[in-house]
């Protein structure tokens, strides 16, 4: 079991800034792709930002450009830097970890809100 803690999020205005960290248990950090959620109201959840254990990176495309995915295996850590904020930035953002060896499993955080508004 691996548990998922996010910190981060909060409320910005326009063009702001926020950092998402995520913190996993276990020892096994470094073999994981670690991913970014997020769900905004009435809609599905959707991909945002990935990375791999191997440092290769994958983003939405309209996030590209103002969002950097990054880990830090030392600290069991990843965060997402979201840059040039925008309204539909908006909504509950979700880590999630997934074990790419048999028994191929995932887990999530509980998520943390980030709006973007005036």
């Known amino acids: 079991q691996v548990q998922l803690v996010e910190s981060g999020g909060g409320l910005v205005e326009p063009g702001g800034s926020l950092r998402l960290s995520c913190e996993a248990s276990?020892?096994?950090?470094?073999?994981?792709?670690m991913i970014w959620y997020r769900q905004a109201p009435g809609k599905q959840r959707e991909h945002v930002a990935s990375i791999r254990n191997n440092s290769d990176t994958n983003y939405k495309g309209s996030v590209k450009g103002r969002f950097t995915i990054s880990r830090d295996n030392t600290k069991n850590t990843v965060y997402l830097q979201m840059n040039s904020l925008k309204p539909e930035d908006t909504a509950v953002y979700y880590c999630n970890a997934y074990i790419p060896t048999p028994p191929r499993r995932s887990y999530w955080g509980q998520g943390t809100q980030v709006t973007v508004s005036p």
């Open positions: 276990g020892s096994d950090f470094h073999l994981y792709t």
